[in-house]
């Protein structure tokens, strides 16, 4: 059973950078397309960045050219590069695979940005 464990998440103010991290349990990490998803209060959870298996990347527009995704399945983690911080990025940050059924949520990490 794969275990996802999410940290790195801050208070900062508006324009600074966070990074993320999200360790991973299970020995099919690296076969796997992972993503980063967030929830901000009374919202939906929506995915805002993707990593393939081989590397490749695929960004929300609201986070496209601030955040970069990137992965080192030697170590099983996945990271989230956040710079550019605004209000609006507020919210609880989660890792999982992008697509199909879903690994059993973290916890998450709080990102709150201060204006």
């Given at each position: 059973?794969?275990?996802?464990?999410?940290?790195?998440?801050?208070?900062?103010?508006?324009?600074?950078?966070?990074?993320?991290?999200?360790?991973?349990?299970?020995?099919?990490?690296?076969?796997?397309?992972?993503?980063?998803?967030?929830?901000?209060?009374?919202?939906?959870r929506e995915l805002v960045a993707v990593i393939s298996s081989g590397g490749n990347t695929n960004y929300a527009d609201s986070v496209k050219g601030r955040f970069t995704i990137s992965r080192d399945n030697a170590k099983k983690m996945v990271y989230l590069q956040m710079n550019s911080l605004k209000p609006e990025d507020t919210a609880v940050y989660y890792c999982n695979v992008p697509y199909g059924s879903k690994y059993p949520w973290g916890q998450g990490t709080q990102v709150t940005v201060s204006s």
């Open positions: 059973q794969v275990q996802l464990v999410e940290s790195g998440g801050d208070l900062v103010q508006l324009g600074g950078s966070l990074r993320l991290s999200c360790a991973a349990s299970g020995s099919i990490f690296s076969l796997n397309d992972m993503g980063w998803y967030r929830q901000a209060p009374g919202k939906q």
